[in-house]
């Protein structure tokens, strides 16, 4: 079993829907939970970081944490068809280690 | 700033040839990583470094060697390069262990 399980999509929907992404994790001692978003030919960059459990709110992004199920949620409201890109979603216990889901491709249709 | 630096963005090698990635960070970053890429499968840790003159193996080290000698650098070196060696490499950084990683934009390798 892997340590994270993300569902790779694709996901397509249309723009201004509300996009919900998801990664179930196995490891009860992660307590830092990224979201990367990867543009086609480029690096992951870091779209949110949350510590421990709850809800956190950027712009348009929502990134939730249900640390007792396990379950962590990226929410995209309003989406553009800038928003089509891979997300990864990451976690770590403490210290460098950082485990990586494999990515949801998104497609948003203009 | 440019962040972390990736060179060469694609690169083709014969199956037993060798060739170095290069790295190079510019936000004084401690800790820097090299990641591989491959469809379906995450990104899988290579090497990492905590600083100058520390690294350390990951998860997938075999074939692959580095070093650390400046705060900014951290090239990767490929020996004797395989098919398997095929994916996209990304550098990353970061300031502290716990804190998110900032990647480069990485070297696509295809050995044949």
């Known amino acids: 079993q892997k340590e994270v399980e993300q569902d790779p999509g694709p996901l397509s929907v249309p723009e201004g829907a509300i996009v919900s992404l998801n990664c179930t994790y196995s490891?009860?001692?992660?307590?830092?939970f990224m979201w990367y978003r990867q543009y086609s030919r480029k690096g992951p960059e870091l779209l949110m970081y949350?510590?421990?459990?709850g809800n956190k709110e950027d712009g348009r992004f929502t990134a939730q944490v249900d640390k007792s199920s396990k379950y962590i949620s990226l929410f995209i409201r309003d989406s553009q068809p800038s928003d089509s890109a891979t997300y990864l979603c990451?976690?770590?216990?403490?210290?460098?280690?950082?485990?990586f889901g494999a990515g949801t491709r998104l497609f948003v249709k203009a | 700033n440019a962040g972390v630096t990736q060179t060469p963005k694609f690169r083709i090698l014969k199956i037993g040839q060798s060739m170095t990635l290069q790295c190079t960070q510019d936000?004084?970053?401690?800790?820097m990583y090299w990641y591989r890429q491959d469809p379906g499968m995450g990104l899988k840790l290579i090497y990492y470094?905590?600083?100058?003159?520390?690294?350390d193996k990951g998860e997938v080290p075999n074939g692959y060697n580095v070093s650390r000698s400046t705060t900014e650098d951290f090239p990767l070196r490929l020996e004797l390069a395989a098919p398997s060696q095929t994916s996209v490499y990304f550098c990353?950084?970061?300031?502290?262990?716990?804190?998110?990683?900032?990647f480069g934009n990485g070297t696509r390798l295809t050995v044949t």
């Open positions: 936000m004084n970053h401690n800790y």
């Open positions: 990451a976690m770590k216990a403490g210290g460098f280690k950082t485990i």
């Open positions: 949350t510590y421990s459990s």
């Open positions: 470094s905590v600083g100058a003159g520390i690294t």
């Open positions: 490891n009860s001692a992660f307590q830092y």
């Open positions: 990353a950084s970061s300031s502290q262990g716990d804190s998110p990683l900032h």
